[in-house]
């Protein structure tokens, strides 16, 4: 049974920074793609970042610059640096696993950014 659990969300003030992470179980990561969504209130879903098996990384232009993503392949964990954050990065963040044949998602962390 495949797991993905999201941790590090919370309140903070626009200007500072969290760090999530998605522990994984069920699942070995390093073999699949990774990718954090954010969903806001009344908005889609939306691509944020994601890490392929290669190692490469894509981020959506609101974040360039200011969200790392990364892979810790000992912990089989995977984490979303998120630093000068915004009123408008308030969402909830999804941690999603996929391939060619899987598509798993945790139950989403709430990050709150205070003006």
């Known amino acids: 049974q495949v797991q993905l659990v999201e941790s590090g969300g919370g309140l903070v003030q626009a200007g500072g920074s969290l760090r999530l992470s998605c522990a994984a179980s069920?699942?070995?990561?390093?073999?699949?793609?990774m990718a954090w969504y954010r969903q806001a209130p009344g908005k889609q879903r939306e691509l944020v970042a994601k890490?392929?098996?290669?190692?490469?990384?894509y981020y959506v232009d609101s974040v360039k610059g200011r969200f790392t993503i990364s892979r810790d392949n000992a912990k089989n964990t995977v984490y979303l640096q998120m630093n000068s954050l915004k009123p408008e990065d308030t969402a909830v963040y999804y941690c999603?696993?996929?391939?060619?044949?899987?598509?798993?998602w945790g139950q989403g962390t709430q990050v709150t950014v205070s003006s």
């Open positions: 890490i392929t098996v290669g190692g490469t990384t």
């Open positions: 999603n696993a996929y391939g060619t044949f899987i598509d798993y």
């Open positions: 069920g699942i070995i990561l390093r073999s699949n793609g």
